[in-house]
Nanobody
Framework: QVQLVESGGGLVQAGGSLRLSCSPS????????MGWFRQAPGREREFVAA????????QYLDSVQGRFTISRDNAKNTVFLQMNRLKPEDTAVYYC?????????????????WGQGTQVTVSS
């Protein structure tokens, strides 16, 4: 089993920045592609960003491309989502997800493990 713990959410004004972190525990000797998804009130969960095990390949939702950056530090077993120039429409619960032995993917069903989520609120 793998447990994912997110941190770094909070309240920020439009134009501000936040950095989310996700640290898997459990099968940490396995190679995971990691993803971030988000779910706003009344909306379906959507893909935000993903990164493969090596960190060489990333994938982004079009609306966050150029504002968000996903990265990972495998030595510290942590994945980050740096979010800059935040907009009110970025307000959502952000979820970290792990895909065992896989490449990056924007498809929720491709991920094997999920965190509990962290709230990000962007005020206008």
């Amino acid at each position: 089993q793998v447990q994912l713990v997110e941190s770094g959410g909070g309240l920020v004004q439009a134009g501000g920045s936040l950095r989310l972190s996700c640290s898997p525990s459990g099968r940490t000797n396995s190679r995971f592609a990691m993803g971030w998804f988000r779910q706003a009130p009344g909306r379906e969960r959507e893909f935000v960003a993903a990164i493969d095990w090596s960190g060489d390949n990333t994938q982004y939702l079009d609306s966050v491309q150029g504002r968000f950056t996903i990265s990972r530090d495998n030595a510290k077993n942590t994945v980050f989502l740096q979010m800059n120039r935040l907009k009110p429409e970025d307000t959502a619960v952000y979820y970290c997800a792990a895909r065992l032995w896989g490449a990056t993917s924007s498809v929720m069903g491709d991920y094997d493990y999920w965190g509990q989520g962290t709230q990000v609120t962007v005020s206008s």
